[in-house]
Each structure stands twice: as C-alpha cells, then as structure tokens.
C-alpha cells in the first residue's frame, strides 16, 4: 500500500473503533482482542518491548517497556496497532493466510515503515489535524499536546501536509 492509501486506512479504522484524538488506546486495544504488557526494564531483552505478538486466532499481545514516557508508548501502542491491521487482518481478510506473526522492536525496511504511516494516521487523523493546526497556530508544542503525541511526531505529520 502507498503512504496515503495506509494513512487513509488508519483514519477509517480509528473512525470505525471510535477512536478520537487524544483518547486512551488500551480500550480499542482490548475492543480488537489483544492487551497491552509492561515488561519490566531489568528481566527483559530491550528487543520484547516495543513489540507485538499475534496468534493465528487473532488474539495479539503488545510489550511496552517500563520506562518509556505515555507519549512513546501511544505512538507505541499505535504502531503496533498498525502491524496487526496492515500486516495480518489486511492480508488474512483478503485471501492470504498469515498465520501467527511477531514483530520485534528494532525492525526495519518498508514494513516498519507502514507501521509508522499507520501510527501517525491514527492518532492525528489529516482533518483533524489540520484543523488543529489552524486553531492552535502550528505552535508544535499544542498539536503535540492536542493529540498526546510526542513534538516530533506532530512535526513529522506537519511536514507530510507541508505545513510547517
């Protein structure tokens, strides 16, 4: 999928789980059948945090580390959300059975990066964007705030819409 088609995709998932910005992740989370883990910083490998495991069922786990701030881990949360949308409903919902799927942090190439598209299509839809953009005079620090993202998310996603 392109960038626009993903970012498109995202807004219409969060539209369809009720997800409006700003609001707490872990309801849709549990809504799509999966649950959030803190993995303690000091008995785990930094690859488990930041990570989402998905059963054949569906059913999926997604690993936050504990001493990542709540911004890191909405865009975290997000993220993750968008493995398990693009990367498994997607294909299994369209004739390609993927079967059980992790994704450790620290990933790279074009599936992180999907990922990524999908995180911030989410959690600051375009049109809720811009309009957030306007109102609160593209001050960074407001967007930011606004969605609960952190600054340099919310200045990636101006730039993407060419508004900074």
């Known amino acids: 999928?392109?960038?626009?088609?993903?970012?498109?995709?995202?807004?219409?998932?969060a539209k369809q789980v009720g997800y409006t910005p700003g609001a707490d992740?872990?309801?849709?989370?549990?809504?799509?059948?999966?649950?959030?883990g803190i993995n303690d910083l000091w008995s785990v490998s930094d690859a488990?945090?930041?990570?989402?495991?998905?059963?054949?069922?569906?059913?999926?786990?997604?690993?936050?580390?504990?001493h990542t701030g709540v911004v890191r881990d909405r865009f975290t949360v997000a993220h993750e959300l968008g493995h398990y949308v693009l990367h498994f409903l997607w294909p299994n919902q369209n004739g390609k059975r993927t079967g059980a799927i992790m994704a450790r942090r620290y990933g790279t190439?074009?599936?992180?990066?999907?990922?990524?598209?999908?995180?911030?299509g989410?959690?600051?839809p375009e049109p809720a964007f811009r309009a957030a953009w306007k109102?609160?005079?593209?001050?960074l620090h407001l967007v930011a705030n606004r969605f609960e993202v952190s600054i340099e998310a919310a200045s990636v996603r101006a730039g993407t819409f060419g508004l900074k």
Do not use: C, H, Y
């Not at 999928?1 to 998932?13: C, I, P, Q």
């Open 1 to 13: 999928m392109s960038k626009s088609a993903v970012d498109k995709l995202a807004a219409n998932v």
């Open 25 to 36: 992740l872990l309801p849709i989370v549990r809504q799509l059948g999966g649950e959030i």
């Open 48 to 66: 488990t945090s930041g990570s989402i495991t998905i059963e054949e069922n569906g059913a999926f786990k997604i690993s936050l580390a504990s």
């Open 109 to 120: 190439g074009r599936v992180e990066w999907e990922a990524n598209w999908f995180a911030a």
């Open 122 to 124: 989410f959690l600051m």
């Open 135 to 139: 109102e609160l005079r593209g001050s």
